[in-house]
Antibody
């Protein structure tokens, strides 16, 4: 069965960087895009960007363009999301999500369990 | 970017009743690339509807989606106890992909 398993919770100081991993299994890793979506406490969902595992190509929301990097490691079917220059408002649950690739890219059929990133001094 | 506005913010209904949730876009959603998700407390979202009206795999037929252009609706024909959750619409016709702020469906 398809699974996306994310790394554990992180606590970081303002200005630091955080890397969250997402290990995929149960499907052909290079056939599906992976997106990152975050959710601040008690808030809605925010799309951050997408990585295409077959090529490594990425597309980021402009809001995160200067601070985010999404990479893949095909040998282990793992996707990484690094967010730098952390601010208090980056405190959120970060999800990886597989693109369903139905009709068009951009809707998400499988999600990781989420990783809580807390930015605290 | 396309802003999605969901209404109502909270909907209080009883099991067995019909729920109608609205999602309005600030401009036309290309090709009706509009999805709906259900999120329960402490869980990741779950894809319900894509392409405005197509049910995702394994989604019961009491869930249906409709609409085009800027106005979309999610209907739950007869509420089951497990349907009480937060529902989000999402457009994927234009980047950045955006979500509505959510509608909380609560048990009366």
């Amino acid at each position: 069965q398809v699974q996306l398993v994310q790394s554990g919770a992180e606590v970081e100081k303002p200005g630091a960087s955080v890397m969250v991993s997402c290990k995929a299994s149960g499907y052909t890793f290079t056939n599906y895009y992976i997106h990152w979506v975050r959710q601040a406490p008690g808030q809605g969902l925010e799309w951050m960007g997408v990585v295409i595992p077959s090529s490594g190509a990425t597309s980021y929301a402009q809001k995160f363009q200067d601070r985010v990097a999404m990479t893949t490691e095909t040998s282990t079917s793992t996707i990484y999301m690094e967010l730098s220059s952390l601010r208090f408002e980056d405190t959120a649950v970060y999800y990886c999500a597989r693109d369903a690739l139905i009709t068009a890219p951009g809707n998400f059929d499988y999600w990781g369990q989420g990783t809580l990133v807390t930015v605290s001094s | 970017e396309i802003v999605l506005t969901q209404s109502p913010g909270t909907l209080s209904l009883s099991p067995g009743e019909r729920a109608t949730l609205s999602c309005r876009a600030s401009r036309t959603v290309s090709h009706s690339y509009l999805a709906w998700y259900q999120q329960k407390r402490g869980q990741a979202p779950r894809l319900l509807i894509y392409g405005a009206s197509s049910r995702a795999t394994g989604i019961p037929d009491r869930f249906s989606g409709s609409g085009s252009g800027t106005d979309f609706t999610l209907t739950i024909s007869r509420l089951e106890p497990e349907d009480f959750a937060v529902y989000y619409c999402q457009q994927y016709g234009n980047s950045p992909y955006t979500f509505g702020q959510g509608t909380k469906l609560e048990s009366k």
